[in-house]
């Protein structure tokens, strides 16, 4: 056991402390596999330790975006405004299949029922499309941070929410102009967001969102950005 203090997390962020993720190099390849305590210090972090993980954007019939507020009890990012759904496929064979990105794509059903209670029949497997990957680095604080490759995954769908507040301190749905504004009370100091929320919204979603009903065209499997 790590003698690093996370005397902030309850019980159930605790335990998912010992979830497998999956580490990767630079390149998106499977390289081994690692705690989720050891792959968010960034001791590790700064010797290259890179794991692989997912963001969701969720998009309503009305072409709001579903956004979250992290709970307090988070490992890191506590209490930030974030994507509709973040975390991570596990280091196992069904969330590890590479075709179609299948593998991400059981990870986020996972976890949309996990953090925000929607139930995995309502999200058909064809209703997720990977969008793009991204790599990107960031502190929480002085010992815990994000080092990941992120698939980016879009959902249009209306779906039932009751998000777990160990997860989730609360949520709405943002037109673009309420999304701009939140991103500019956090420049301004006045909330806190998420980096990644940041970059997927000014260098994706603002380009997405008029043509959200062919956002296919969008569309980069080969490529990974760098942040």
Known sequence: MSDVTVDWIDKHQLERLDEMMIVVDENDKVIGADTKRNCHQNKNIEKGLLHRAF???LFNSEK???IQRRA???LTFPGYYTDSCCSHPLSNPEEMEEKDALGVK???LRRLQAELGIPQD???MSD???MKRYHYKAKSDAVWGE???CYLLLIKKDVKICPDPSEVS???YLTREELEELLERGARGEVQVTPWLRFVVEQFLYAWWPYLDEATRFIELDKIYRV
């Open 55 to 57: 963001s969701v954007a």
């Open 64 to 66: 709001k975006v579903l």
């Open 72 to 74: 307090d009890t988070k």
């Open 106 to 108: 059981k990870a986020a």
């Open 122 to 124: 309502q999200v058909p």
């Open 128 to 130: 997720i499309v990977f």
């Open 147 to 149: 080092h990941e490759v």
């Open 170 to 172: 609360s949520f709405s």
